[in-house]
């Protein structure tokens, strides 16, 4: 009797030794799988997003803010902006007026980058500044707090380099206003005149007279959000 009740038990120990084994073997070929695989089309765009909000700080100011920027002249051909200097600070504050920082705050504003250019024939200056939130939602949110049309105030500041030909840029100088967005960024310009006349002073403005700054803004944009094929075996790129 005691031999007849242990072979059974025998044989479920032994059934369940072999579906632990089996268990164990689709597990492990499962991790296997999962460690060897390739990235998803899903997590190459994740990563591939993750890549572009991270190019702020990532690339080097002299790439987002090149020295020379062509543009479409206004008779016609094209000419290029020449950069005059980049700015050493990326703190949201201090790149735009009082009035927007709250706004640029409850966006998650987490930078803006800002350079001053001046155009071919010297008579314009121009500050763009690249502002970075962490998403697309966010910059929309912060782009709604700027004011309607080409109005310079509040909006960004003015960007100038003593002993240049900006040393005049200041925040009564500035003339024009415009921003684009696009995926996590910001792009914001404002411009005026070299001789630092205020904005006030100006009688009926040539609205053409700052219309290729437009083509700088978008030049810049296009390069930041332009999606890069994904590298994964890159440390930048994590997927």
């Given at each position: 009797?005691?031999?007849?009740?242990?072979?059974?038990?025998?044989?479920?120990?032994?059934?369940?030794?072999?579906?632990?084994?089996?268990?164990?073997?689709?597990?492990?070929g499962?991790?296997?799988?999962?460690?060897?695989?390739?990235?998803?089309?899903?997590?190459?765009?994740?990563?591939?997003?993750?890549?572009?909000?991270?190019?702020?700080?990532?690339?080097?100011?002299?790439?987002i803010?090149?020295?020379?920027?062509?543009?479409?002249?206004?008779?016609?051909?094209?000419?290029?902006?020449?950069?005059?200097?980049?700015?050493?600070?990326?703190?949201?504050?201090?790149?735009?007026?009082?009035?927007?920082r709250?706004?640029?705050?409850?966006?998650?504003?987490?930078?803006?980058?800002?350079?001053?250019?001046?155009?071919?024939?010297?008579?314009?200056?121009?500050?763009?500044?690249?502002?970075?939130?962490?998403d697309?939602?966010?910059?929309?949110?912060?782009?709604?707090?700027?004011?309607?049309?080409?109005?310079?105030?509040?909006?960004?500041?003015?960007?100038?380099?003593?002993?240049?030909?900006?040393?005049?840029?200041?925040?009564?100088?500035?003339?024009?206003?415009?921003?684009?967005?696009?995926?996590?960024?910001?792009?914001?310009?404002?411009?005026?005149?070299?001789?630092?006349?205020?904005?006030?002073?100006?009688?009926?403005?040539?609205?053409?007279?700052?219309?290729?700054?437009?083509?700088?803004?978008?030049?810049?944009?296009?390069?930041?959000?332009?999606?890069?094929?994904?590298?994964?075996?890159?440390a930048?790129?994590?997927?």
């Amino acid at each position: 009797m005691s031999e007849s009740r242990t072979w059974p038990a025998l044989l479920t120990a032994s059934a369940l030794t072999l579906l632990c084994a089996i268990a164990a073997g689709l597990a492990g070929g499962v991790a296997g799988a999962e460690l060897t695989r390739g990235p998803s089309a899903t997590e190459i765009r994740q990563a591939a997003a993750e890549e572009t909000a991270r190019r702020w700080s990532a690339w080097p100011a002299g790439r987002i803010f090149p020295a020379r920027l062509p543009y479409a002249a206004e008779q016609g051909g094209q000419e290029y902006a020449h950069r005059v200097g980049i700015s050493s600070r990326t703190d949201c504050a201090a790149a735009v007026d009082a009035r927007l920082r709250g706004a640029m705050k409850a966006a998650g504003c987490r930078a803006v980058l800002r350079a001053t250019y001046l155009d071919a024939l010297q008579g314009v200056v121009v500050t763009i500044g690249v502002a970075a939130f962490p998403d697309q939602a966010s910059a929309l949110a912060a782009r709604a707090a700027f004011p309607p049309g080409a109005a310079p105030a509040p909006g960004l500041r003015a960007l100038a380099f003593p002993h240049t030909v900006s040393d005049r840029f200041t925040a009564v100088a500035r003339q024009s206003a415009s921003l684009v967005q696009a995926g996590p960024y910001l792009v914001l310009a404002t411009a005026g005149q070299v001789d630092g006349r205020p904005a006030r002073s100006v009688g009926r403005q040539r609205t053409t007279i700052f219309a290729f700054v437009a083509d700088l803004q978008q030049r810049i944009l296009t390069t930041l959000v332009t999606p890069a094929r994904p590298d994964c075996a890159r440390a930048e790129w994590e997927c």
